[in-house]
């Protein structure tokens, strides 16, 4: 059973940046995809962006296009979310999933492991 163990949330103003980590139990990336989701109070879980286990591409939602980076470091089996300029409207708990074959863009129920979330306050 893979575990997935995010880190790096906490409390920055509107404009600064955070980089959450997501750690692994073991050599999950091939031929795992991995992804982040994100749940804000109120509101149903969202995909925020994902790097496939082939190729290494990245996609992300329009909503942090351009912002949002994603990479992983197969050493250390190990997802990185790079997140700058943050709005307000970034506020949610960030999870990380794996997915098994997945590639592009990746839905909830496609997803076979979940860490158990990290919160990211982003105060204006």
């Known amino acids: 059973q893979v575990q997935l163990v995010e880190s790096g949330g906490g409390l920055v103003q509107a404009g600064g940046s955070l980089r959450l980590s997501c750690a692994a139990s073991e050599r999950i990336f091939d031929p795992y995809s991995m992804a982040w989701f994100r749940q804000a109070p109120g509101k149903e879980r969202e995909f925020v962006g994902s790097i496939n286990w082939i190729h290494g591409n990245t996609y992300f939602a329009d909503s942090v296009k351009g912002r949002f980076t994603i990479s992983r470091d197969n050493v250390k089996n190990t997802l990185l979310l790079q997140m700058n300029s943050l709005k307000p409207e970034d506020t949610a708990m960030y999870y990380c999933?794996?997915?098994?074959?997945?590639?592009?863009?990746?839905?909830?129920?496609?997803?076979?492991?979940w860490g158990k979330g990290t919160l990211v306050t982003v105060s204006s």
């Open positions: 999933s794996a997915c098994r074959l997945c590639t592009g863009y990746m839905t909830e129920d496609a997803m076979d492991y």
